[in-house]
């Protein structure tokens, strides 16, 4: 088992894109979800598919379990998500001894910017790159899980800009 340790900040500026090193686009859903769990299926360029499910409560710290399994087998399961399909394309940029993905957001929440940094412990901080907006980590409404299974309840419960 893993943990994800993560901040999670809204995107102020386009200023990373000169320092992005690599992009893949993603297409995720959630099978199960729950206030503290989650079972998610993610198609990476439509190459690669994992499963993975997360646990816990803590608003930066979760127990990550993930496995890849076949496209054909994702692609099927997200046919079956709670909610919508969330689609994206994920930079990777690195800044100070860190790798911040910046998820750029197409789709049903286009216009969305939400960059994160893992962390190998809480007590990790991480320098913030000038273009690094409002901090939202622990705010449920910013997390994916939410993104995919809840917008159809509150449409406009957050505004998509830092």
Do not use: C
């Amino acid at each position: 088992m893993a943990k994800e340790i993560e901040r999670k900040f809204l995107v102020r500026s386009d200023a990373w894109r000169s320092e992005a090193e690599t992009k893949s686009k993603l297409r995720q859903g959630y099978i199960a979800s729950m206030d503290d769990r989650s079972v998610r299926i993610r198609v990476l360029d439509d190459k690669k598919a994992r499963l993975t499910v997360k646990i816990g409560r803590s608003t930066m710290t979760r127990d990550e379990f993930e496995y890849d399994i076949p496209v054909g087998d994702a692609e099927e399961l997200l046919k079956e998500a709670v909610g919508i399909v969330i689609e994206k394309t994920r930079h990777r940029v690195p800044h100070d001894g860190f790798v911040w993905e910046v998820d750029v957001f197409a789709g049903e929440h286009h216009g969305l910017v939400i960059a994160e940094v893992e962390m190998d412990s809480e007590d990790d901080n991480p320098t913030l790159p000038a273009w690094i907006g409002r901090e939202v980590t622990g705010d449920f409404r910013y997390s994916n899980q939410a993104l995919a299974t809840e917008f159809e309840h509150d449409r406009h419960a957050f505004s998509h800009t830092a």
